[in-house]
């Protein structure tokens, strides 16, 4: 990632917006912020599909479903950050993969400029056909703060999108499985 051609640009916000980059505490926002893009669109470098190379051959036939996986993205749109956990099951045939990849996948697609829905697609089809599964689903909740901070200025609203593939889009039961696990109740902390 180029960091000083970030710099340079939020230099050059920062003098459109009427500030003066040269005064104390702004000294080293340019190189602060430009650190900050590397980190937030750290997953533009990363292909997700390494994560998934990794199999085990176990014999589960029913589903696996990680929830609550909690992730940062920005939007593509006002490059404001849009919040939330993703969930991501499937249906393995004869290889399951390590629990964390399935978090890690989230963190590879999430640091990227992206769209909840996008995010969604990538996630549902990036497990289906790296697992080889029967069926895979994902379903993401997110706020988005570009409708909180500015513009129309709702907070509290949540958007959720889904995305079935296989088994999951075929069979009702299987979707329907998928989806009560989501809500049904947690842990207790610690449990
Ligand atoms: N579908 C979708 N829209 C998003 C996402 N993140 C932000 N947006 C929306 O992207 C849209 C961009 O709309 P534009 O009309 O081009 O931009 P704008 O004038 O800044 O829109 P307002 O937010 O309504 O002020 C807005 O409606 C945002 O709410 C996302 O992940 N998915
Ligand atoms: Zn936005």
Redesign the pocket.
């Known amino acids: 990632m180029d960091l000083q051609r970030i710099q340079n640009a939020v230099r050059e916000i920062l003098l459109a917006v009427g500030e003066d980059p040269e005064r104390d505490g702004l000294l080293e926002t340019p190189a602060r912020v430009a650190r900050m893009y590397a980190e937030v669109f750290s997953g533009l470098k990363i292909d997700p599909k390494i994560y998934l190379k990794k199999t085990f051959n176990v014999q589960h036939e029913e589903m696996v479903l990680v929830r609550d996986i909690d992730f940062n993205s920005m939007?593509e749109?006002?490059l404001l950050p849009?919040t939330g956990r993703a969930h991501i099951a499937y249906l393995p045939s004869g290889k399951v993969v390590g629990l964390s990849k399935l978090a890690r996948i989230v963190e590879a697609v999430s640091h990227r400029p992206?769209?909840?829905?996008r995010m969604t697609e990538e996630l549902a089809d990036l497990v289906l056909n790296e697992l080889g599964a029967i069926g895979a689903g994902v379903v993401l909740e997110a706020s988005?703060s570009?409708?909180s901070l500015r513009?129309?200025r709702k907070t509290g609203s949540t958007t959720i999108t889904s995305a079935m593939r296989g088994s999951f889009k075929t069979n009702p039961a299987t979707r329907a499985e998928f989806l009560s696990l989501v809500h049904s109740p947690r842990l207790r902390a610690g449990g």
């Open positions: 939007c749109h006002h849009f992206q769209v909840q829905e988005h570009c409708m513009g129309v």
